[in-house]
């Protein structure tokens, strides 16, 4: 499959080289695609690196892998003609570290990015995931042992379902949630202040949440 | 031990019941204390209801049991001289359902309900924990098989301690988290939406956070 990845740090070029791994075609989208020559000659001639409009036009699926306070102003960097009908796996958090550490998010509680997305692209198939873990987990949940959970947040059922096989037959996930439809991503973006003080404690990423059940 | 419990809701119930069971004082402020007739019937001669201020001055630990949205007026009732030098063991949230249902939180990202109680209560020791899950897991985590997750946040080590064995000895958790000071009641709180959702995918509240790590 042909897949455009938008954002070239850790969340792009772990996602976007497990996906050439699995045999697909990628693009990484990104204003500096001379950064990625190491990464490129690292993960051989499946991907390429472009800008966001032609790693977006290119995709039958894209990522959308960029920091969240950027996320969107890279997607109209990618181009809502670009997008339109396509499902958009959103793992961004809108975190805001100018005032230091931990971050607070730019937007949460009656609103999230996963939903700011969703309404200036009404054609697009925004399926929020992936974004309550660590980047190696994503794409290799078995780092942590066990089962333990990853979320999905969209509007589209279709899109969620096919997401879900992503996650499941693709990264290795055995457990996924659907919490429901996008407005469900502030669910999953207010995580991010846990996230951050349990790893403030454990001083290693390598953890993930397991609802368990009575 | 004397113990005082803001609240007269599902949370003060089940908490105050809970300690009249393991042979403790309870003394539960309330603003209409003979709204607890019945209950008192239920639970014995070990347990009263009172005003917040008796409920505070009766205590040697107070837990807050109230609606997060009324606690800093419950607590003022409950008057600073009652609380002063005490634990003040915080589990309330601050859920506004003003808007409907799924709540909002009233106060979150770059504050939270439990520092704002820390600062205006500087000689009260706050602990916030149990905020996370169902009031009848609180007092018997063991309604959720296998081992899963308690928070504590708090600025006095001592306290967390205490209350650390508070949640161990007398409630039954196996496993307890320190997050850290008063501002990881940030994190806990907003796991609030989260727990809303997967209640609404579970239908049954019978569920807790488990952090698995690699």
Not at 90 to 116: A, H, K, R
Not at 121 to 132: I, R
Not at 191 to 199: F, G, K, Q, T, V
Request: proline content about 4%; charged content about 15%; glycine content about 12%.
């Amino acid at each position: 499959m042909q897949i455009g990845v938008l954002g070239s740090g850790m969340v792009g070029q772990s996602i976007g080289g497990k996906l050439v791994e699995l045999g697909h075609a990628v693009k990484v989208g990104t204003r500096e695609p001379q950064k990625l020559a190491e990464w490129l000659g690292k993960v051989g001639g499946n991907a390429s690196a472009a800008s966001p409009a032609e790693a977006a036009a290119f995709g039958e699926i894209v990522f959308n892998c960029t920091n969240g306070v950027g996320s969107l102003e890279a997607l109209q960097m990618a181009g809502e003609e670009n997008l339109n009908g396509k499902i958009l796996i959103d793992i961004s958090n809108p975190l805001d570290f100018s005032q230091g550490f931990p971050p607070t998010l730019s937007v949460c509680n009656n609103d999230s990015l996963g939903e700011q997305i969703q309404r200036t692209y009404p054609a697009v198939k925004v399926v929020k995931t992936l974004n309550t873990m660590n980047t190696n987990l994503m794409v290799n949940p078995a780092l942590v042992p066990g089962e333990h959970d990853v979320f999905v947040s969209g509007n589209d059922a279709e899109a969620k379902a096919t997401v879900t096989n992503i996650l499941k037959d693709w990264f290795g996930w055995q457990s996924v949630i659907d919490l429901g439809d996008i407005t469900t991503a502030r669910a999953t973006e207010m995580l991010m202040p846990l996230w951050l003080r349990l790893y403030g404690v454990f001083q290693n990423a390598n953890f993930n949440y397991k609802i368990v059940r009575g």
